[in-house]
């Protein structure tokens, strides 16, 4: 299944043309191995570290406390959670260094995670792929948009945008996550 859904998400990719620039080949290299990971954190830390876009290619999530969006019904219903049942919200702009690489807008269930996770989240720069890590989450891909059309020679500031279910071996959610990957992501040349 999740092979017929790489497939298929790739086809939504827009194909190599002898005028793509290099930034379309990179961001087509990234969305690959992110749609084949089960972690961004980690596809990201690797991403730095080959790029070498900061000395250590470490992902620090730097959360906005400014922002707050509730989990409303079609979240609710993508978490398998009643109307009732606590959803926590965490924004957060995930980098590297000093490039910011991804702007992410996250929905979870806390009763579905240890208190030690939940303490992570909720008081440290850690990502949320690092924090749960031990539950070895699987990435299910709900959608993904390139955002940069292809009449546009310059990259915009949001590059691509993957809608994802963050589940549970058993395919029990624990995450609804909107990931917003940054011009950053092509390097300085880009920037």
Avoid at 50 to 56: F, G, K, V
Avoid at 66 to 79: G, K, M, N
Wanted: aromatic share 4%; net charge positive.
């Amino acid at each position: 299944m999740r092979k017929l859904m790489l497939v298929l998400l790739g086809l939504a990719m827009p194909c190599a043309r002898a005028e793509d620039s290099d930034g379309r080949a990179l961001l087509r290299r990234f969305n690959e191995a992110l749609m084949a990971s089960h972690s961004a954190t980690r596809t990201l830390e690797a991403w730095c570290r080959d790029r070498h876009l900061a000395p250590a290619p470490r992902i620090v999530a730097d959360r906005d406390l400014s922002v707050r969006i509730d989990a409303d019904e079609a979240i609710r219903r993508r978490l398998a959670v009643s109307a009732s049942e606590p959803v926590k919200y965490r924004r957060v702009a995930l980098r590297c260094g000093q490039a910011v690489l991804s702007i992410a807008d996250n929905w979870y269930v806390p009763a579905r995670l240890t208190a030690a996770m939940n303490t992570a989240l909720d008081t440290s720069d850690t990502p949320f792929g690092a924090a749960i890590a031990a539950l070895s989450p699987v990435r299910v891909p709900l959608s993904v948009e390139e955002a940069w059309p292809a009449t546009e020679p310059e990259a915009p500031a949001v590059l691509l945008r993957h809608r994802t279910l963050l589940t549970l071996p058993n395919g029990q959610p624990i995450s609804l996550v909107v990931e917003n990957y940054q011009k950053a992501l092509l390097g300085p040349s880009a920037e």
